[in-house]
């Protein structure tokens, strides 16, 4: 008990005294992280936005799909883009395996179902309000696009947190292409995982703080937007 | 002597709307022409907004044809409508009436100096920096008629533009309606206000059970219904 308050005191230590190991790997994370998330929005939000104005045949197939790879497990994201990347892959040339940039990719494949998957539900809501008039103005579904995406520029962002949510807490896409390597490829996540495994748990701890921390500014970030969407859009 | 870019006159001809095999509207044949406002009329269920819709283009219709008779090339262009409930985007007042006129591809000097003018029409030129969709119910529908009328549209199509607002901001809207009618827009308004129809009507198109019972002058209708219906109708005693 005594050793696990002794842990707990050090981690604290840790991320007061901002220790360069633990900062290092907190912005690394949040540039893995970061970077999938605009990454992903650039496919996953005009995705959803297509998906939620355009009326085709296998359109409610595709919305299924897209719940779907929401739940994709993360280690099977990490498998498929490290048999992408690996030496003998259709990619391996580009040397991109254990690297950040794979890391990227790996998080952005895993969000961007569920950017695309979360931006449709809010868009189509603001589209079957918005259709009859954007059409009596003479814009199509097509022209509708921007305008959806402007007008739900609030609930998109906390979209886009829910997407930085998720990115940020899985352990097992990155592990996997990523390779866990110190100093280049180690992020919150991984390094918990090693740490605790390794029994350094003032380090494993102090990461976790980190993390815990981070997660719930974000989601006080998304209901701040909620709240300030609401004030000045009503 | 018409304006090359007149769209009126507006001809139906045999105007059927069904839905899921239920028919809306059935055998519907009237012209439009400039002048004063056209008010459809009818108990609920007749099909007075569907009829809107078939003359305006929002909905196909499942038989005959709708005919835009003047010379203009685009007649979708010099048309609009206002909803029951007014559909506001997630703006501020100004770019909301703006925002047709970016679609329509105005230039900016021109977007600003109508959405100005319209906006003062309304009565919102002080409110021109709020959001939108935190306007009172009265100010919103004022200000989707501006939207409408910053088009310069040759026609007007209002779906009961009044059914949920309280009598002060309904005679609001009817000042707008009449100014917008005095410049020469034609107006094709439907209601279920008999007193509003009275107040406002250049003619009279009755509908009842999704057929046309009568087009004529409001002066004519009201003083000597043309049908039994339509008696029926003006003594409150027809109510779908």
């Given at each position: 008990m005594n050793d696990l308050q002794g842990a707990f005191v050090q981690a604290v230590g840790l991320v007061a005294t901002a220790d360069p190991a633990v900062a290092g790997i907190v912005l690394l994370s949040l540039r893995v992280s970061l970077?999938?998330?605009?990454?992903?929005?650039?496919?996953?939000l005009p995705l959803g936005a297509l998906l939620a104005v355009a009326r085709f045949p296998g359109r409610r197939a595709v919305i299924v799909a897209l719940n779907a790879l929401m739940g994709l497990p993360p280690v099977v994201a990490g498998l498929l883009i490290y048999v992408l990347l690996s030496r003998s892959g259709p990619l391996g040339s580009l040397g991109l395996l254990f690297t950040p940039t794979a890391m990227v990719i790996a998080q952005a494949l895993l969000i961007a179902p569920i950017l695309a998957a979360l931006s449709?539900?809010?868009?189509e809501a603001m589209w079957e309000e918005y259709a009859e008039q954007l059409r009596s103005f003479g814009a199509g579904p097509w022209r509708a696009v921007p305008t959806l995406l402007w007008d739900g520029r609030f609930a998109l962002l906390t979209v886009l947190l829910a997407g930085f949510g998720r990115a940020s807490a899985e352990v097992g896409a990155v592990m996997i292409v990523g390779g866990n390597i110190e100093g280049f490829t180690r992020l919150m996540t991984t390094a918990i995982a090693l740490e605790t495994s390794k029994g350094d748990l003032p380090l494993a701890l102090a990461l976790g703080l980190v993390l815990m921390a981070i997660v719930l500014g974000v989601n006080a970030l998304a209901q701040g937007l909620r709240d300030a969407a609401q004030r000045s859009l009503g | 002597m018409r304006a090359p870019d007149a769209i009126l006159p507006l001809r139906a001809e045999g105007l059927g709307f069904t839905a899921n095999g239920v028919a809306i509207l059935q055998d519907v044949t009237l012209a439009l022409e400039a002048g004063p406002p056209t008010l459809v009329i009818g108990p609920n269920g007749a099909g007075k907004s569907v009829l809107?819709?078939?003359?305006?283009?929002?909905?196909?219709?499942?038989?005959?044809?709708?005919?835009?008779?003047?010379?203009?090339r685009h007649p979708g262009r010099h048309q609009a409508m206002v909803f029951q409930r007014p559909v506001l985007l997630r703006r501020s007042v100004l770019a909301n009436c703006r925002y047709p006129l970016a679609l329509a591809g105005l230039p900016a000097a021109e977007q600003a100096r109508r959405a100005a003018e319209a906006l003062a029409l309304v009565g919102l030129a002080a409110l021109a920096d709020r959001p939108a969709r935190r306007l009172s119910g009265g100010e919103q529908q004022r200000l989707a008629l501006a939207r409408a009328a910053a088009l310069r549209p040759e026609v007007l199509f209002l779906d009961e533009p009044c059914a949920s607002l309280d009598p002060t901001a309904t005679a609001a809207v009817e000042a707008i309606i009449a100014t917008l009618a005095g410049r020469g827009c034609k107006i094709v308004m439907t209601t279920h206000d008999l007193a509003q129809a009275r107040r406002l009507a250049g003619d009279i198109v009755f509908l009842h059970r999704g057929r046309l019972?009568?087009?004529?002058?409001?002066?004519?209708?009201?003083?000597?219904?043309?049908?039994?219906?339509a008696a029926a109708f003006l003594r409150g005693a027809l109510l779908w």
């Open positions: 970077a999938a998330v605009a990454v992903a929005a650039l496919v996953g449709r539900q809010v868009l | 809107l819709r078939l003359l305006h283009g929002l909905l196909p219709p499942s038989a005959g044809r709708v005919t835009w008779e003047g010379p203009a019972q009568a087009q004529a002058s409001a002066a004519r209708f009201f003083d000597h219904p043309p049908s039994a219906e």
